[in-house]
Structures are given as structure tokens and as C-alpha cells.
Nanobody, 122 residues
Framework: QVQLVESGGGLVQVGGSLRLSCAASGSIFSISDMGWYRQAPGNQRELVAAITSGGNTNYADSVKGRFTISRDNAKNTVYLQMNSLKPEDTAVYYC????????????????WGQGTQVTVSS
């Protein structure tokens, strides 16, 4: 069994910064891609940033130049540094990880965190 726990959300003013963390734990054999998604009320969940096990990154156009995704493979943790925050960034942020569970290494499954609220006030 694998669990992802996010932290670091909160209320910030326009132009402020937040750093989100997501730690995976449990019977982890390996983790390939990890990513951050967000969902605002009435909107679909969208990819914000993704990072491969080797460190290659991909960002949504709306956050390029402002957000940075990184990971610590030794800690099974992915981070999202968010700078120059805008009201449009307000959403629940979810982390996702593609994980091979040590209990059955034949399969890779996606696991999701519980979500953390980010609110940017105007």
C-alpha cells in the first residue's frame, strides 16, 4: 500500500510564494513520473508540472517561469516551488505519483494525494 501526503498550502497575497511538498510512503519498489495537478471550483483538474525519475520537467504554459518542480528520490518526495502567485493559481493542488508497489512489482499504478488548498488573495 502506498500513501501520498501533501503539505505547504495556505493563503498568500498576490505576488507571494509557497512551497508544496508531497511525500510518498509505504511499500514502494520504484517511482517513475511524479506531478502536481490543480483543480479550481467548476474547472477540470489540470496538470501543473511533472517530473520524471531522471529529473526531466514539463510545465503548463500558465506557470512557466514562476513554478519549479523538483524531487528528492531518496525521500520519495516531490516539491513545487510557486513564486509570483496570481489569483488564477487559487485551487486545490494534488500530487500524483506512478508507483510500483513492492507487493506486486508487475504493475505500476497512479497514486494521488489528498489535496492541499492554495488561495491567492487579490
Amino acid at each position: 500500500q502506498v500513501q501520498l501526503v501533501e503539505s505547504g498550502g495556505g493563503l498568500v497575497q498576490v505576488g507571494g510564494s509557497l512551497r508544496l511538498s508531497c511525500a510518498a510512503s509505504g511499500s514502494i519498489f520504484s517511482i517513475s513520473d511524479m506531478g502536481w495537478y490543480r483543480q479550481a471550483p467548476g474547472n477540470q483538474r489540470e496538470l501543473v508540472a511533472a517530473i520524471t525519475s531522471g529529473g526531466n520537467t514539463n510545465y503548463a504554459d500558465s506557470v512557466k517561469g514562476r513554478f519549479t518542480i523538483s524531487r528528492d528520490n531518496a525521500k520519495n518526495t516531490v516539491y513545487l516551488q510557486m513564486n509570483s502567485l496570481k489569483p488564477e493559481d487559487t485551487a486545490v493542488y494534488y500530487c500524483k505519483a506512478a508507483v510500483v508497489d513492492y507487493s506486486d512489482i508487475r504493475y505500476e499504478n497512479d497514486y494521488w494525494g489528498q489535496g492541499t488548498q492554495v488561495t491567492v488573495s487579490s
